[in-house]
């Protein structure tokens, strides 16, 4: 199905976390970039979706927000990816005196560069979805994680009839050659080897001292179970993926991979020589 369009826009939060589901009160363990899920749970927030809005099919709950599952996105990390513990006190069983204390990673201001496509047969939706964006009217409350973690959110912008490069294991040493810079996620499952790249050669050596404590955050970071969609509220399917942080001092971006056999990527133009891959 055809993606032709691309809305960038930028979220951000003092705090957040995105609970993996393994993990128990013990310590709770987030992931560092939000799931695809949760993305897709805001887009039908800002959208108007309620969570209980199903019908009946061949003897299963068809939710309305499933029809989202085919919107793709990307997301680009604006944060140096830091993550404190703390506790929190939390009730249990029917007396409000039985507390348990609640161990959970949270982070600290993070803030996401999102990429989003909706298919043409989600056309109308994505006009609305636009439209709310821009008039900060959302129809539910946006939270990064948890409901005392606000969403602070802006429309950056709005990109028609995007170029698409069908890459493949033919033409993949070519592309490379124009040195692409490759933003946001990349799925794993398809892709081996992948090389990152900074504008660390464009730092002044007076200052590159002062930035030296920043560098661990332009590492390439993965997700080997990262749910990109959810059925019924209990089952999830999960893909490997690889990304990366970067800040306001550096540039940060994929330059090179390798494609696993047989398999090809559908690469999106957003800038010059700039290309995001989409999930």
């Not at 201001?109 to 964006?133: M, T």
């Not at 799925?187 to 990152?196: T, Y």
């Not at 790249?197 to 970071?221: C, D, M, P, W």
């Not at 971006?253 to 700039?274: A, T």
């Amino acid at each position: 199905m055809p993606y032709n369009n691309i809305i960038e826009m930028d979220m951000w939060s003092n705090f957040g976390c995105f609970t993996k589901s393994f993990s128990n009160t013990g310590g709770l363990l987030t992931y560092l970039i939000p799931p695809k899920t949760v993305l897709i749970g805001m887009i039908g927030a800002i959208l108007g979706y309620k969570f209980d809005d199903f019908h009946e099919s061949d003897g299963r709950r068809v939710y309305k927000i499933e029809e989202l599952y085919d919107v793709k996105i990307s997301v680009q990390s604006l944060f140096d990816l830091k993550v404190k513990r703390v506790i929190f006190n939390s009730h249990y069983g029917n007396d409000k005196k039985d507390m348990l204390n609640v161990k959970q990673d949270l982070l600290i201001n993070p803030k996401y560069r999102l990429y989003i496509s909706f298919p043409e047969h989600l056309k109308s939706q994505e006009k609305v979805f636009i439209d709310n964006l821009e008039n900060y009217s959302t129809v539910y409350n946006l939270y990064m994680g948890r409901n005392e973690f606000p969403v602070n959110y802006e429309f950056k912008n709005y990109l028609e009839n995007v170029n698409t490069f069908i890459l493949n294991q033919d033409n993949t040493s070519k592309f490379f050659e124009a040195k692409p810079h490759i933003y946001g996620v990349l799925n794993r499952k398809i892709v081996d080897n992948p090389q990152l790249s900074t504008n660390l050669e464009t730092v002044v050596f007076g200052r590159l001292k002062n930035q030296i404590k920043r560098l661990a955050s332009h590492f390439e970071y993965i997700i080997k179970e990262y749910p990109v969609k959810r059925y019924n509220f209990t089952s999830f399917e999960y893909i490997p993926l690889s990304f990366y942080s970067m800040n306001e001092d550096f540039d940060c971006y994929f330059n090179n991979f390798e494609l696993k056999s047989d398999q090809n990527m559908f690469l999106k133009e957003i800038g010059e020589n700039q290309w995001i891959s989409l999930i």
